[in-house]
């Protein structure tokens, strides 16, 4: 149960859908250089006051203005002379008490450490050739490989031959090599040909103290605190606020430059802190839900959960990502714990994007981390992705199912050994989440229909920021004299699986180089040395690498692997009947989705053993076998009985 100091009253609970609205577009600081006019949202506050300073922390305001009541439960004052360079803060007076002061909740630029916002010229802020910037061509949602990297973890480590380390701006540096000679930072990512790069939370968050950088404090970002402008420790000057928006513009223009989408990780279900975030300072109680008895609700897991359907938390949620598409050119949104927002919300957070780029890309997790008072039906949860068109969700039936359980480290899944019980969720990545008349729903682990109305819905992933790389889940659940041996060809076949189902793929960073974190399986505030991509892998584990970039060339080469519909799945995906012998495999045709082969037969062996199918009869051309891949052909088999290798995949075509 939530602390009960400060909190709303049962009778002001019922008062909260009663607050007049206001859509205006100049919430909360509109500058020239002649005037700036400040407006502030705060219907329940008696007396509202704006602090002028003249730096970003430290001192006493210059100036306190009483701000008039306007209209709509706003406050408004005009400060008519040229502010740039200053800071500013709201505070409010509720019930005869000042409380903190805040920057208000719609703060687009600050001070350090995010306490101050700041007047400052938005030209100031483009990189030269902004106005140009374009983002690569997307055709379909089915094109799509996501790759989520976090800015310290891709560029921190001594060898990663990258200069502006832990920055936006590493990933606008190209050129740079390891040690040992291999591409590093952004021409890495060009050498794998992933489409999309998926930040971790890259806006203003709390656990960083950016005037203590040096005692580098590490965390994922999941706190937020100012949510429309980006965190100053991933900038090269946290003091200026006009530079972290500038290098963030940078890194995003670099990222289209070098064809690359960037998908921004989105924590609108939560704040770090809760009495003392900027929406509490600002309207006390509206912004969160809350149990009956008045105290907050915390289906986050981290303290309070913000209230969706309310009318102004669901406006300001879509505006702010409305922001961060027109002014950061932003291509895609990742939302965490998307299960806490309301379909509503979600529904018409899309429709407002669809206007301003129709490629614009949605995703999130469809579940919470623990109950809230939002009713189930209510919530942006995956079993409702269907009430949710263009707006997909990550399969946790799919990891589950092919590398074992994310709540027992010591089970294996599909692709490590574990058969029984495994089968139908890989099926059901490999269709994507959709209906298909060849998988047993009844024997999923977490669910018993399909829920995705299309493969686009459907993210499928064996590995996230969140819980155990792939490589250190293995090692857990891999038993065996010969297990240490089997580790390589086991990670292969999983990755085969992944990169050929339909749906939308996403492969955390370092996975493509076996990257392991040490055995941590929650390291949101573990040290570098834990998290930061280790770059002499890529070197020592070269073979693992070029078979994924040649699987991601595969799916990109080949669009039966990206079926967009629930109707050519079943029209050109048909499952074989592989009896007892453990192995999922499929054909894929005629020329599905167009594809220039005429028929693909792909099939996965779990067994750590040999294992034999029957496949159709007549000559087939081999590309996958023993964990190799050359689209070229590798050799010309038969059809009849086929033998596949311990831990791997086997992938056909015939014309």
């Excluded at 595969?554 to 109707?567: G, N, S, Y």
Aim: aromatic share 10%; hydrophobic share 35%; with cysteine.
């Amino acid at each position: 149960m939530g602390n009960l100091k400060n909190h709303p009253s049962p009778d002001q609970l019922d008062s909260f859908d009663k607050y007049p609205c206001y859509y205006g577009d100049d919430l909360e600081l509109v500058y020239t250089p002649e005037q700036s006019v400040f407006t502030l949202w705060a219907p329940t506050a008696d007396r509202v006051r704006l602090n002028l300073y003249p730096s970003g922390e430290g001192g006493n305001p210059e100036e306190q203005i009483e701000m008039n009541k306007a209209d709509d439960g706003t406050w408004r004052m005009n400060v008519d002379r040229d502010l740039k360079g200053a800071f500013y803060t709201f505070q409010i007076e509720k019930d005869g008490k000042w409380l903190d002061e805040t920057p208000g909740i719609w703060a687009k630029a600050v001070g350090i450490n995010g306490n101050r916002a700041a007047v400052i010229d938005w030209n100031e802020t483009n990189p030269e050739g902004w106005d140009s910037d374009q983002s690569p061509e997307l055709k379909m949602y089915s094109d799509i490989i996501l790759y989520e990297l976090h800015h310290r973890d891709f560029s921190i480590a001594p060898d990663s031959g990258i200069e502006n380390k832990g920055k936006f701006l590493a990933l606008t540096e190209t050129g740079t090599k390891t040690p040992e000679g291999e591409a590093s930072g952004l021409d890495h990512l060009k050498e794998l040909g992933i489409t999309h790069v998926h930040i971790l939370p890259s806006f203003d968050f709390a656990t960083v103290d950016e005037t203590r950088l040096q005692d580098n404090k590490y965390n994922w970002g999941y706190d937020p605190k100012n949510y429309n402008v980006p965190d100053g420790s991933y900038s090269t000057d946290p003091t200026n606020p006009v530079v972290r928006i500038r290098e963030f513009k940078e890194m995003v223009k670099s990222l289209h430059q070098n064809g690359f989408r960037i998908v921004l990780d989105v924590v609108y279900n939560h704040t770090a802190s809760t009495d003392h975030s900027n929406f509490d300072l600002t309207v006390p109680g509206y912004f969160y839900r809350q149990n009956p008895d008045g105290s907050y609700s915390n289906a986050s897991g981290c303290g309070n959960e913000t209230a969706s359907e309310r009318e102004m938390v669901r406006h300001y949620i879509i505006e702010s990502v409305k922001f961060w598409a027109k002014e950061y050119h932003i291509d895609g949104f990742r939302f965490d714990l998307m299960g806490i927002h309301d379909i509503e919300t979600m529904n018409r957070l899309r429709q407002e994007l669809l206007k301003i780029d129709p490629t614009i890309f949605v995703y999130g997790e469809g579940w919470v981390a623990a109950d809230s008072p939002l009713p189930y039906e209510q919530r942006a949860v995956k079993e409702h992705v269907r009430q949710m068109e263009g707006i997909a969700v990550f399969n946790d039936e799919f990891r589950d199912g092919l590398k074992g359980s994310t709540f027992d480290e010591q089970e294996p899944g599909y692709g490590s050994g574990n058969i029984n019980g495994h089968f139908e969720p890989v099926k059901y990545g490999i269709v994507g989440g959709t209906q298909h008349p060849q998988v047993d729903y009844g024997g999923l682990l977490y669910c018993d229909a399909a829920y995705a109305s299309a493969p686009s819905q459907m993210i499928n992933f064996v590995a996230c920021h969140d819980g155990y790389t792939l490589i250190d889940k293995l090692k857990l659940s891999v038993h065996g004299d010969n297990a240490a041996n089997e580790l390589l060809s086991i990670d292969k076949l999983i990755h085969t699986v992944l990169l050929t189902a339909q749906g939308i793929p996403f492969i955390r960073s370092g996975e493509e180089i076996m990257q392991d974190k040490q055995g941590i399986p929650n390291s949101f505030k573990s040290p570098d040395a834990i998290n930061r991509l280790d770059w002499s892998l890529k070197t020592a584990n070269r073979d693992l690498f070029d078979y994924v970039r040649e699987l991601i060339a595969l799916r990109k080469t080949h669009p039966a692997f990206r079926i967009p519909t629930v109707e050519g799945l079943q029209q050109w995906l048909h499952f074989i009947d592989t009896g007892t012998s453990g192995v999922i495999a499929y054909t894929l045709g005629e020329h599905a989705n167009n594809d220039e082969w005429k028929e693909i037969l792909v099939a996965y062996n779990g067994n750590r053993n040999q294992a034999e199918i029957g496949i159709p009869e007549g000559e087939w051309t081999v590309v996958c076998r023993d964990g190799q891949i050359n689209m070229d052909g590798l050799d010309n088999i038969q059809g009849g009985t086929v033998s596949i290798a311990p831990s791997s995949a086997l992938i056909l075509y015939r014309q």
